[in-house]
């Protein structure tokens, strides 16, 4: 059996996804390159780096925000700094994380003001926990960041160096929990194809359908939903990348289109047809 197929809840009975190896693989993947790295640290404000060092996560609404930051040093643990309020529950319901949960927020995109001196407190924590290490002087890897903490940890006489290569790398070979995972956003996926394939009818518009696959996806446990995009008629070349109001109307080549969607059905991935109308899915974690 190549792929295997499981449901999505945990069980006695039967062995699923096993969560701890999940988070014990990932890390060691990003331990190990920057072991082979010539950084003395990693600083990673990506939330989805975040998340694969640290095994936390405070909900998509902070995917954009670059609200929350990590540190993993050569040779140690990982730190996480996050809201108050989310470090604390991260405390008492992370056990892998524990005490190295702290409070504590970067500049969120520009909110907090220069004023605020958020930029030179982010600094300050990074240099202490580095001095600690004796790695003050080693260069400082960061995958993303904000200008003011940039020219912040310069101040503090730390080298900053691109260090999101390491983790595109780390990330790039799934482990065996992660592919497990993959398989079962298929089957969501492939559930709202379905639904779709069934809905589809002129008088729907590009957002219903968007919106109907969405909720599909989301009503299967689905945590975050991107890049689902419906395209039709003359909007379809080229390609707008957006979704819009426009409504489907009887297509010239009804039964063609009846064959390619029924193609459509059976992939799992990006996929896009032509005609009348077009769908675009996106992924599904």
Not at 101 to 109: F, K
Not at 158 to 173: E, F, T
Request: aromatic letters at 8%; charged letters at 25%; a positive charge.
């Amino acid at each position: 059996m190549g792929l295997k197929t499981y449901g999505t809840m945990a069980v006695d009975w039967e062995n699923r996804v096993d969560f701890e190896r999940l988070r014990r693989e990932r890390l060691a993947r990003a331990r190990a390159l920057l072991q082979k790295s010539e950084m003395g640290a990693l600083l990673c404000f990506d939330m989805n780096n975040v998340r694969y060092i640290t095994a936390t996560h405070i909900g998509t609404w902070a995917q954009d925000k670059n609200s929350r930051f990590t540190l993993l040093p050569q040779n140690d643990e990982p730190i996480l700094w996050d809201f108050g309020s989310a470090a604390k529950h991260h405390q008492l319901n992370c056990p892998w994380l524990g005490e190295r949960s702290r409070a504590g927020i970067p500049l969120l995109r520009g909110a907090m003001s220069p004023e605020m001196g958020r930029a030179e407190n982010v600094a300050r924590k990074i240099k202490v926990e580095l001095e600690k290490r004796q790695l003050q002087h080693e260069p400082l890897g960061v995958d993303i960041i904000e200008p003011p903490i940039l020219f912040a940890l310069q101040r503090e006489g730390i080298k900053v160096i691109d260090g999101q290569q390491i983790m595109s790398d780390a990330r790039v070979i799934k482990t065996q929990d992660e592919i497990t995972l993959l398989n079962m956003s298929a089957m969501m996926v492939d559930a709202a194809y379905d639904e779709l394939y069934r809905a589809m009818k002129p008088g729907m518009s590009e957002n219903q359908a968007v919106g109907l696959v969405s909720k599909v996806l989301y009503d299967l446990g689905s945590e975050y939903v991107e890049a689902v995009n419906a395209i039709s008629g003359e909007r379809c070349n080229p390609h707008p990348h957006v979704f819009s109001d426009r409504v489907r109307r009887w297509p010239r080549y009804g039964r063609k289109l009846r064959s390619l969607v029924s193609r459509m059905r059976r992939r799992h991935s990006h996929c896009s047809l032509g005609t009348e109308w077009a769908w675009r899915f996106g992924r599904s974690r």
